[in-house]
């Protein structure tokens, strides 16, 4: 069965720096991955995803998200962050015979000023 | 029109009330999903209709119905609802066989006193 790992409950960052939020995932079959974003009392949206092709995968709003099979990973990765950028953000994979999309935990962005 | 609509987007109730949320789409998705969300969690499947079929049910007490009426209408019927039921229910639809392309609404935030 698949499954997907968010180590990082919260990551707070200052006002344009880096960040990275980790996702690791465990599939013995191919799967495809995804990130999305939820705002506060809002639905989800999707940011970008790993369906198979290039590894590295451009995403909507300036965010970047690297497939890496060796690691089972697809950390998400934004150079300058903005107080807009905070929100929870999930990682989440579909594949194998579930046929179902399953979220991580989830990973609060807290961008201060 | 790529839009899920989610209503009411706030519902408040007490146990012994008769309520039913509402989510509707014109994408031609003939796939329609509805997850529950409890604060700090990630989203959880409850129900998956294909063509207007029930194709999956994950368990969910009875007190939840379900109801798909046509191809762009998906309801949830809520009755005898317990506290612990508080929680932001998310619609989302897809084409069929493409569950990892999930078009998701903004939910409806459920308080059941």
């Known amino acids: 069965a698949q499954s997907v790992t968010q180590l990082d409950s919260q990551v707070p960052v200052f006002e344009e720096a880096p960040v990275e939020l980790r996702c690791n995932y465990s599939s013995s079959v191919s799967v495809y991955l995804f990130w999305y974003v939820q705002y506060p009392n809002q639905g989800l949206q999707l940011l970008l995803k790993y369906l198979s092709g290039s590894t590295l995968v451009k995403g909507i709003n300036g965010f970047e998200a690297e497939f890496n099979k060796s690691q089972t990973s697809f950390h998400l990765r934004k150079p300058s962050v903005h107080i807009s950028d905070t929100a929870e953000y999930f990682c989440a994979v579909y594949g194998g015979a579930t046929n179902k999309l399953i979220f991580g935990t989830g990973t609060l962005l807290a961008v201060q000023p | 029109d790529t839009e899920v609509t989610q209503t009411p987007k706030h519902l408040v109730m007490g146990m012994t009330n008769k309520k039913s949320l509402k989510c509707e789409q014109h994408?031609?998705?003939?796939?329609m999903y509805w997850y529950k969300q409890k604060a700090k969690k990630p989203p959880e499947l409850m129900f998956v209709y294909s063509y207007e079929k029930l194709s999956i049910n994950e368990s969910v007490p009875s007190r939840f119905s379900p109801e798909c009426p046509n191809s762009s209408l998906l309801n949830l019927h809520l009755h005898a609802l317990q506290p612990e039921d508080s929680a932001l229910y998310l619609c989302?639809?897809?084409?069929?066989?493409?569950?990892?392309?999930?078009?998701f609404g903004s939910g409806t935030q459920l308080s059941v006193l």
């Open positions: 989302a639809s897809s084409l069929p066989g493409q569950g990892e392309k999930l078009f």
């Open positions: 994408m031609g998705h003939r796939a």
